[in-house]
């Protein structure tokens, strides 16, 4: 399943931010129900990613990194929002504590 | 998606009102004044979420075949599996017991009673995680767990491979199921195991009839129990799909022990993974209990007891755990609809071991 309309919003919170090249962008990710929307962008080093938790059930995200580490974030009650700053390129993978059919996954870029 | 919103909007709506659809489904009073039913679309896209797949999912690493199927069954009720010789998966998920043992807590290597409760094996080919704390991602990687735990089968597999090579029915078994010169290992063993189990799915049962259109296939009782699982009784919040469960984990808040469950495995940050346990599946459940991850809720009636109640407030209490007022009524609606999503089980042909 797929979420056209929020696709946009995420695409939509980057195209804002990366208008000025030398910033950081805002990368906005809803979660639905047992889904975390696909990015649909390659992240930069740099770059915020904040998981906005649109479900009526909690969340606990975790990202795991290419070389292996791993970044937990506070479990997420409905309605609420969880950011992170991507340190280091490569493959992200992204799972939840609670929900183990949650995945998403995306390569950041090194600018 | 749309499903989930419009469960949502239909929850609230039944607080509001409350069983809209008895009136017309029972006749019988409803407990609280009707303002707005439920509509008979509301109701059917519900009744779509519990749909039964069609056909049951293998692995692409696994796929399904006869001889493997077979040969994974002999393995699953063979008793040399373990290092005494007499206990066999199938001692713990006994297919008389709906693959599982009856028992609060399983009982283990020289009877040693184990920490945990035997979860049955069946419809698990659909399964995101295994075990209560899902410390298996696949069903072939939690094979290898039983076997070769000390309180459980106290095996080694490559003790396994040696004595499955040394009793002379098997070579051609696992010849036919995977082929090549040597073909019995740690790896075959799990993969059969696997594919076996992943063949014990749930019969159809009288709700699957009544989801499938047949409307006098669950009474009344049954049906309305359905409503207040999505509805008021938020039970769907976790037990969802077609096999009542999300494959996910809840501090449901029952009496802690030294048994953290996922929180074991989780960082200690997380801690809504302290005391949680995996959502059982309810189908084809056996209606005396016990139930739980260690058996502490004896029977159905101190199950509904302790959602009524809402479970111990604590901080990894799950989100979705509430107190919520259920009368005698409801309550027998509860375990009505339970039972109507129980099937006659499979009948089942003990393997003649070679
Ligand atoms: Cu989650």
Aim: hydrophobic share 40%; glycine share 8%.
């Amino acid at each position: 399943m797929t979420f056209p309309t929020l696709r946009h919003v995420a695409f939509a919170g980057l195209l804002l931010f990366s208008a000025a090249p030398a910033l950081a962008a805002e990368i906005e990710i809803p979660i639905h129900h047992t889904e975390v929307a696909d990015i649909g962008v390659t992240p930069k080093v740099g770059d915020t990613l904040t998981f906005v938790n649109h479900a009526d059930i909690a969340h606990n995200l975790y990202l795991t990194f290419e070389d292996g580490t791993v970044q937990t974030l506070d479990t997420q009650p409905p309605g609420t929002t969880k950011r992170t700053t991507l340190a280091r390129e490569g493959h992200v993978i992204v799972r939840c504590w609670i929900h183990p059919i949650i995945r998403m996954e995306f390569d950041v870029s090194d600018k | 998606m749309i499903g989930r919103r419009l469960l949502t909007l239909w929850a609230a709506s039944v607080t509001l009102a409350a069983y809209a659809a008895t009136a017309g489904l029972g006749g019988a009073t409803p407990d609280v004044a009707v303002e707005r039913p439920l509509s008979s679309a509301d109701l059917a896209a519900l009744k779509q979420k519990f749909r039964r797949p069609a056909a049951t999912p293998f692995p692409k690493g696994n796929p399904f075949t006869e001889e493997k199927a077979a040969l994974g069954k002999s393995l699953f009720f063979d008793p040399r599996l373990s290092r005494s010789g007499s206990v066999s998966c199938a001692t713990c998920h006994n297919p008389s017991l709906g693959w599982s043992d009856g028992l609060g807590k399983a009982v283990g290597f020289e009877m040693k009673p184990l920490a945990r409760r035997t979860p049955p094996v069946r419809n698990l080919a659909w399964g995101a995680a295994f075990q209560w704390d899902g410390r298996a991602d696949t069903l072939e990687m939690q094979a290898r767990m039983p076997i070769t735990a000390p309180d459980e089968m106290n095996m080694t597999m490559d003790l396994v491979v040696e004595r499955l090579k040394a009793a002379p029915g098997y070579g051609p078994m696992f010849q036919r199921a995977f082929g090549g010169d040597d073909p019995i290992s740690a790896r075959t063993i799990t993969a059969a195991l696997a594919t076996f189990q992943r063949t014990l799915v749930s019969r159809e049962a009288p709700f699957d009839r009544w989801i499938a259109g047949d409307e006098t296939a669950i009474g009344p009782d049954a049906r309305r129990g359905f409503e207040l699982f999505n509805g008021k009784a938020r039970c769907a919040a976790c037990h969802s799909s077609w096999r009542f469960t999300d494959d996910s984990f809840h501090d449901i808040g029952l009496t802690a022990t030294a048994d953290l469950g996922r929180g074991k495995f989780a960082p200690p940050s997380v801690v809504a993974m302290r005391n949680a346990f995996k959502t059982p599946s309810l189908r084809d459940l056996r209606m005396q209990g016990p139930y739980g991850h260690d058996g502490q809720l004896k029977d159905l009636g101190a199950v509904i007891e302790h959602y009524a109640k809402g479970g111990e407030k604590r901080e990894s209490l799950s989100f979705e755990m509430k107190p919520v007022e259920l009368s005698d009524r409801e309550r027998r609606e509860l375990v009505a609809f339970l039972d109507s999503i129980r099937a006659e089980p499979a009948a089942v042909e003990l393997p003649q071991l070679p």
